[in-house]
Every structure is written in C-alpha cells, then in structure tokens.
C-alpha cells in the first residue's frame, strides 16, 4: 500500500511560482510514474505532467501542452518526496493539485490509470 499527501499550495501572484511537495510512503516500486493533475472548480481533473523513473534513471516525462516549460517533476530520494515545481504561474493555472503514482508507466495521461492518490493541495493564483 502506498500513501502520499500533498504540501506547498497557497496564494500567489501571477508570474510567480510555487513548488508542490508530495511525500511517498509504503512500498516502493522499482519502476514507477508519478503524476501532477489538477482541477479547478467546474472542470474534470486534467493531466498536468509525469515522470517515471527506474532506480535513479528517468525513462519518460511528459507535460500538458498548457504548462510546458513552466513545470518541472523532481524527487528527493532522502526524503522520499516528489516536487512540482511551478514557475510562471498565471490565473487559469488556479485548482487543487493533486499528486498521483503508479508502479510502471503506460496511459500516464489518464487518472484511471493510477492507483494511488493524496488529498489536493490548493493552488490560488492572483493578478
């Protein structure tokens, strides 16, 4: 069983950045994706970016067309933890974040595809 939770969202001004935490416990998978999606009030959840990793290699990443080149998924494996970090931030990019993992890779643009979940963590961007 794996348990992740979320941390760093808040408020911020547009153009700004935030960077998300997640942290992982449970059982550790030697090949597994993370991902970031989000949802703003009214909308479906949406694939925000993913990373799957092997050991200490990465063997795919992807992002949103919405924020590429603004988000960057790293990990800090001392203390078992995912980061999203969020640069350039604007108004639309407003929702709760939610952190996602899966052992493996395959369909990482889909929610279904993903076993495990935390709890959101809000993100409020302002002008």
């Known amino acids: 069983q794996v348990q992740l939770v979320e941390s760093g969202g808040g408020l911020v001004q547009a153009g700004g950045s935030l960077r998300l935490s997640c942290a992982v416990s449970?059982?550790?998978?030697?090949?597994?994706?993370m991902g970031w999606f989000r949802q703003a009030p009214g909308k479906e959840r949406e694939f925000v970016a993913h990373?799957?990793?092997?050991?200490?290699?990465?063997?795919?990443?992807e992002s949103a067309e919405f924020v590429k080149g603004r988000f960057t998924i790293s990990r800090d494996n001392a203390k078992n933890t995912v980061y999203l970090q969020m640069n350039s931030l604007k108004l639309e990019d407003t929702a709760v974040y939610y952190c996602?993992?899966?052992?493996?890779?395959?369909?990482?643009?889909?929610?279904?595809?993903?076993?495990?979940w935390g709890q959101g963590t809000q993100v409020t961007v302002s002008s």
């Open positions: 996602a993992a899966r052992p493996g890779t395959g369909s990482y643009y889909n929610r279904r595809n993903y076993d495990y």
């Open positions: 449970g059982r550790a998978f030697s090949t597994y994706t």
């Open positions: 990373v799957t990793w092997s050991g200490e290699n990465i063997l795919h990443a």
